[in-house]
């Protein structure tokens, strides 16, 4: 005979065996639902499910399916659009920054009233609001060769929708050792690129760009510009290649190079080499990969685009914005240099300024008319100040002026403006713009 007590834990041990199985039930009808279409499926996805490239086990498998995206920009928003809407189960958001008004042209899963929040939070809702069914993972972090590993092993195709080279080669080197796909874009002024590494045997990153490009070659769209569209066609082309992928379609694009002309609206495919590079780390077993190398000392530039300041003046050789406030109501006698483009300084400038391009001055005529006016200031000697958008090229400004004898011989002294137009705006008038 049991007694009470032995009666209930034997009671309680059942219910746990129970409760396991039926854990184990749930589970698995879990995952024969997200294997199995519903009624809902097959009515929002009729379109694509009845094409021969997708059918039923093609959107089984875009269900099932796990998308990384790094970069929730110019490319990043068509392309998770396009995939979210496609019905991808899974798509995880990488990106370390904030909406910017600047990037409402382009960015179009970001709203004007998000300007400010976290874009991958501000992309998770977008996205979700086209589609709830999909799983969207936030990865609100800056990609390094510490953390990429653990991301991308969560997923099975990695989309490069990032704007610099470090974070390029952090992408290829991680998928290469994670044995991932990577599908790579980038648009800048009118133009784009797209191409898909690491699939099936083709090569990477690494075999066609073994060291990288020198860091004054690369633009990025804050510096060079682009038009929204642009971006808009690669991200899109990008989420095609990824379904592509997905569905395991023959005629992937690997091993050639997808070139888009937006100005003459011209498509060329290049044919890029399918032999891997003697050495390349894609030849080398994954376990012997290393990916914490620091890859901005490799690169020579930095893993965000964001402002990188240039030291190159001494102190005295300076001054701040709020010293150029005081000259101006001073009435202090100065001649104000802007040093940005024309296109730069026909957007906005500071009315007691003058443009010449840093460029130009090089040029002795550029320079007589410098003199010139430098002269107009009669019997008073001024300063000779320069500006441009954030305080580099002006200072590299005042290290050409200083070389001619006949400007230092004639003005007080010659110095640029700290922070340049951008410090302008938040420091002194709140109603300049910031671009
Ligand atoms: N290492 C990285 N980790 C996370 N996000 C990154 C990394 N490198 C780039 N990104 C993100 O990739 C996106 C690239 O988008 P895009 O090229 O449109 O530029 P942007 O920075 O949004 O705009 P702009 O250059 O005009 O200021 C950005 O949102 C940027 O924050």
């Known amino acids: 005979m049991m007694n009470n007590d032995e009666e209930i834990s034997l009671l309680s041990a059942e219910i746990e065996l129970l409760k396991d199985e039926l854990n184990k039930k749930c589970a698995l009808l879990k995952k024969k639902q997200k294997q199995s279409l519903t009624k809902l499926d097959i009515n929002r996805y009729s379109r694509q499910i009845i094409l021969p490239e997708i059918g039923v086990e093609g959107q089984k498998k875009l269900k099932t399916a796990s998308v990384l995206i790094i970069g929730v920009g110019g490319l990043g928003c068509p392309s998770s659009m396009y995939l979210a809407s496609a019905g991808v189960g899974t798509i995880g958001l990488v990106d370390y920054d904030e909406v910017e008004l600047s990037n409402l042209h382009r960015q179009l899963l970001h709203a004007q009233c998000n300007?400010?929040?976290?874009?991958?939070?501000?992309?998770k809702l977008s996205l979700n609001r086209m589609n709830e069914d999909v799983n969207i993972v936030v990865h609100d972090v800056q990609l390094d060769g510490h953390n990429s590993l653990d991301i991308f092993k969560q997923y099975d195709v990695?989309?490069?929708?990032?704007?610099?080279?470090?974070?390029?080669?952090?992408?290829?080197?991680?998928?290469?050792?994670?044995?991932?796909?990577?599908?790579?874009?980038?648009?800048?002024?009118?133009?784009?690129?797209?191409?898909?590494?690491?699939?099936?045997?083709?090569?990477?990153?690494?075999c066609l760009h073994p060291k990288p490009q020198s860091p004054e070659t690369v633009g990025?769209?804050?510096?060079?510009?682009?038009?929204?569209?642009?971006?808009?066609?690669?991200?899109?082309?990008?989420?095609?290649?990824?379904?592509?992928?997905?569905?395991d379609h023959?005629?992937?694009?690997?091993?050639?190079?997808?070139?888009?002309?937006?100005r003459d609206c011209e498509f060329k495919k290049i044919k890029l080499t399918n032999v891997k590079r003697n050495g390349c780390i894609c030849t080398k077993n994954p376990d012997d990969i290393t990916i914490t190398m620091d890859y901005e000392?490799?690169?020579?530039?930095?893993?965000?685009?964001?402002?990188?300041?240039?030291n190159l003046l001494k102190e005295n050789e300076r001054i701040t914005v709020l010293d150029l406030n005081e000259l101006v109501s001073k009435k202090n006698p100065f001649l104000m240099i802007d040093v940005r483009r024309k296109v730069e300084y026909d957007m906005c400038h500071l009315p007691?300024?003058?443009?010449?391009?840093?460029?130009?001055?090089?040029?002795?005529?550029?320079?007589?008319?410098?003199?010139?006016?430098?002269?107009?200031?009669?019997?008073?000697?001024?300063?000779?100040?320069?500006?441009?958008r954030r305080g580099n090229d002006s200072q590299r400004a005042v290290d050409e002026l200083k070389k001619y004898t006949e400007i230092k011989d004639n003005v007080k002294c010659i110095k640029d403006v700290i922070g340049g137009?951008?410090?302008w705006s938040m420091q002194v008038d709140k109603n300049f713009p910031i671009y």
């Open 115 to 123: 300007v400010g929040m976290r874009k991958v939070e501000s992309g």
């Open 158 to 206: 990695i989309i490069d929708a990032s704007d610099n080279l470090v974070t390029r080669y952090i992408i290829n080197d991680t998928c290469v050792k994670a044995g991932k796909p990577l599908v790579s874009g980038s648009a800048i002024h009118c133009d784009g690129q797209l191409t898909v590494y690491n699939y099936k045997g083709s090569v990477c990153f690494r």
């Open 220 to 247: 990025n769209c804050a510096s060079a510009g682009v038009l929204g569209p642009v971006p808009g066609v690669i991200g899109v082309l990008q989420a095609m290649e990824t379904i592509k992928i997905i569905v």
């Open 250 to 262: 023959q005629n992937v694009l690997k091993n050639s190079l997808l070139l888009y002309d937006g």
């Open 297 to 310: 000392e490799f690169c020579g530039s930095k893993a965000n685009d964001k402002f990188k300041t240039l």
């Open 352 to 388: 007691f300024s003058i443009n010449i391009q840093l460029s130009d001055l090089k040029s002795k005529e550029t320079r007589s008319k410098l003199i010139e006016k430098i002269n107009s200031f009669s019997n008073m000697t001024p300063y000779l100040i320069t500006i441009c």
């Open 421 to 423: 137009l951008y410090e």
